[in-house]
T-cell receptor, first 109, second 115 residues
Framework: AQRVTQPEKLLSVFKGAPVELKCNYS??????LFWYVQYSRQRLQLLLR??SRESIKGFTADLNKGETSFHLKKPFAQEEDSAMYYC???????????FGKGTMLLVSP | DAGVIQSPRHEVTEMGQEVTLRCKPI?????LFWYRQTMMRGLELLIY????????DSGMPEDRFSAKMPNASFSTLKIQPSEPRDSAVYFC?????????????FGPGTRLTVL
């Protein structure tokens, strides 16, 4: 069975500092990886997916199959980035998602 | 588009009572998912429907939980009888069925408290 691990429950940084939210996974095949985000009083929503290879709101994530990681990075954090971030995995060919427990990012002024 | 609609938004009930949570997916979406979120276990998939048919219910905790999707625009998750350990936020999500792992669109959630 697949598993997603987000080792940090809380990450607190100052505005302008670099951010890295860690995500490690275990899965024997070739998964699809995602980052979902939940801002205060908003719904959980997709931030980015690895197959898109795009930057959303300044965030990027690279799938490292050797290290089985999909860390989320942003060079300069903004206060509006404060939110709960969830890493998720979908087994190849399946529609379901397995989520990590999430990391709360707090960006202070 | 109002997105995925869930009702009620909050539910407080007593142990032993029946609880029914409702979900209306985004029009045109063929897949529907029910999740449960708790502090201890995070966000867990309970059941997944595709074209109104349950495909994966391996996450349903026990026989007290049941889910139905009688048509493409409505689904229910029922707990009978409810227990305090069922207290959680229950999310419904929907997605297109394009053959890939599509973006899931989440509802606002139902916060259930069982006393």
């Amino acid at each position: 069975a697949q598993r997603v691990t987000q080792p940090e429950k809380l990450l607190s940084v100052f505005k302008g500092a670099p951010v890295e939210l860690k995500c490690n996974y275990s899965y024997s095949g070739s998964p699809e990886l995602f980052w979902y985000v939940q801002y205060s009083r908003q719904r959980l929503q997709l931030l980015l997916r690895h197959i898109s290879r795009e930057s959303i709101k300044g965030f990027t994530a690279d799938l490292n199959k050797g290290e089985t990681s999909f860390h989320l990075k942003k060079p300069f954090a903004q206060e509006e980035d404060s939110a709960m971030y969830y890493c998720a995995l979908s087994p190849s060919g399946y529609s379901t998602l397995t989520f990590g427990k999430g990391t709360m990012l707090l960006v202070s002024p | 588009d109002a997105g995925v609609i869930q009702s009620p938004r909050h539910e407080v009930t007593e142990m032993g009572q029946e609880v029914t949570l409702r979900c209306k997916p985004i029009s045109g979406h063929n897949s529907l998912f029910w999740y449960r979120q708790t502090m201890m276990r995070g966000l867990e998939l309970l059941i997944y429907f595709n074209n109104n048919v349950p495909i994966d219910d391996s996450g349903m905790p026990e026989d007290r939980f049941s889910a139905k999707m009688p048509n493409a625009s409505f689904s229910t998750l029922k707990i009978q009888p409810s227990e305090p350990r069922d207290s959680a936020v229950y999310f419904c999500a929907s997605s297109l069925d394009s053959g890939l792992t599509d973006t899931q669109y989440f509802g606002p959630g139902t916060r259930l408290t069982v006393l």
